[in-house]
């Protein structure tokens, strides 16, 4: 059987296309579905082994970055996203997906109640840059092997932020994947523009207790072929790191849920 993941669309979501690209490149069907159609048809999700939630601008940001998206997760899709995150499936958002999830609760725990939130970036301006990332020693099904990133962010509400206790409470359950870094100075913490938006403890990517619930602001989508690298043509760039998140993916659904 193939794995099958669902990219939600729809609202200002824009990134959908290069999402669904990325699970394809890495063996999985991925189909493409307006929120809508889920809403009409909640017994859709149970079709697939993975849910992906793109970047981009739902609902324009309006009132805060994924608060309208996260809302209908909530109150409308609650029930069938709590069953298949507790089947064992995977969740993933990238940027505003990442501020979806948070704002939905289903990140760091899927409760359904909001603990962290994304903000607006320190440098008080949209950031559009490449970035260097670091795993922490975390559990997560995505990141599995993977030591370091080069990935483009692309946001005006990036920041992440959370009480002291939630801090701690990501530190000691692994739940913090993927930090903002320097690589010259890789053990001190990230300056801008290594941390292009200001976030706490240099965050870039959390996941839930389980390791399958995974968001992360940086668009690893983006980067699935060396023609992707904004130095391709003057580097040896022998592939698209940001691929190994999605095959690490297909891979666990693969054994585990096909």
């Known amino acids: ?27 999985a069907r991925a189909d493409r579905l307006h929120l809508n159609d889920v809403l009409n048809r909640k017994a859709v999700l149970e079709q697939y082994h993975i849910l992906a939630i793109p970047g981009g601008f739902a ?32 969740v993933l958002g990238v940027c505003n997906g990442f501020q979806i999830l948070a704002k939905a609760g289903l990140l760091p725990s899927p409760k359904f109640v909001q603990s962290t939130t994304l903000s607006y970036n320190d440098s008080g301006r949209f950031e559009d840059r490449w970035v260097w990332l670091k795993q922490e020693e975390s559990k997560c099904v995505w990141a599995k092997g993977i030591k370091a990133l080069y990935l483009p962010v692309r946001h005006g509400e990036g920041k992440f932020y959370a009480d002291s206790a939630t801090i701690e409470s990501l530190k000691k359950n692994r739940q913090i994947v993927l930090r903002y870094f320097n690589p010259a100075k890789p053990n001190s913490k990230a300056e801008y523009p290594w941390n292009p938006n200001g976030s706490m403890g240099d965050v870039a990517g959390i996941s839930d207790e389980t390791g399958r619930v995974f968001a992360l602001m940086p668009h690893p989508e983006v980067f699935t072929s060396p023609q992707n690298h904004p130095r391709w043509t003057r580097e040896k760039i022998e592939n698209g790191a940001g691929l190994k998140i999605f095959q690490n993916a297909v891979e666990y659904a693969r054994k585990k849920l096909v």
């Open 59 to 90: 609902f324009a940001d309006d009132i805060a970055s994924g608060r309208v998206f996260a809302n209908k997760l909530k109150f409308e899709l609650r029930e069938q996203l709590s069953d298949f995150v507790q089947g064992g499936k995977l």
């Open 1 to 27: 059987m193939e794995v099958k993941a669902l990219v939600l669309t729809g609202f200002g979501l824009n990134a959908d296309f290069e999402l669904q690209n990325a699970f394809a490149m890495a063996g």
